[in-house]
T-cell receptor
Framework: SQTIHQWPATLVQPVGSPLSLECTVE??????LYWYRQAAGRGLQLLFY??????ISSEVPQNLSASRPQDRQFILSSKKLLLSDSGFYLC?????????????FGEGSRLTVL | QKEVEQDPGPLSVPEGAIVSLNCTYS??????FMWYRQYSRKGPELLMY??SSGNKEDGRFTAQVDKSSKYISLFIRDSQPSDSATYLC??????????WGAGTKLIIKP
């Protein structure tokens, strides 16, 4: 069966510090991978998606970046965090080329920027 | 006007009641309709998935899509306290970009 792991679960970072959130998927090959951010009481905002190694599409201009160094690994990064980067970050995967919206989410990473 | 509208609630009902959750949308190109359930401080989990119009039933859950009215619903029968969560609707026209509702917080009172 397929599983998705996301870490760290919680982190508190000062403004201007770097960020690295990691996500790995097991039990599937060439998944579509997504990074979302969820603000309190709001829907999910798509940040990045990837259909393959090194292929990243960005949805929202910001100081965040994403990388996919391996087939089942997706990393969200920032060189300098802003207060507005606080939120709940979710990694998700979808079967290869599905594009049907059947996403499987990780447990999320709660980021607080102070 | 948002592409997807969803009442944020909270919706509070007694245990055993039938629950109706709804979303309306404006884009007639949407073909895929999903309901996700999200417990507090957890990632969403896919609950129901429907392609195009019609009904789909899975245990106590029924999803309905009315494309003519641009309206989707999720019904929960015999609601349980464990159903207390936020329910998110999402829809897609077949590309990578899902459009999400803001979520309805549901509280089932024992």
């Amino acid at each position: 069966s397929q599983t998705i792991h996301q870490w760290p679960a919680t982190l508190v970072q000062p403004v201007g510090s770097p960020l690295s959130l990691e996500c790995t998927v097991e039990g599937t090959s060439n998944p579509n991978l997504y990074w979302y951010r969820q603000a309190a009481g709001r829907g999910l905002q798509l940040l990045f998606y990837s259909v393959g190694i090194g292929q990243i599409s960005s949805e929202v201009p910001q100081n965040l970046s994403a990388s996919r160094p391996q087939d089942r690994q997706f990393i969200l990064s920032s060189k300098k965090l802003l207060l507005s980067d606080s939120g709940f970050y979710l990694c998700a995967w979808e079967p290869d080329r599905a594009n049907t919206g059947e996403l499987f989410f990780g447990e999320g990473s709660r980021l607080t920027v102070l | 006007q948002k592409e997807v509208e969803q009442d944020p609630g909270p919706l509070s009902v007694p245990e055993g009641a039938i629950v109706s959750l709804n979303c309306t949308y404006s884009n007639s190109a949407f073909q895929y309709f999903m309901w996700y359930r999200q417990y507090s401080r957890k990632g969403p989990e896919l609950l129901m998935y429907t392609y195009s119009s019609g009904n789909k039933e899975d245990g106590r859950f029924t999803a309905q899509v009315d494309k003519s009215s641009k309206y989707i619903s999720l019904f929960i029968r015999d609601s349980q306290p464990s159903d207390s969560a936020t329910y998110l609707c999402a829809m897609s026209d077949g590309n990578y970009q899902l459009i999400w509702g803001a979520g309805t917080k549901l509280i089932i009172k024992p």
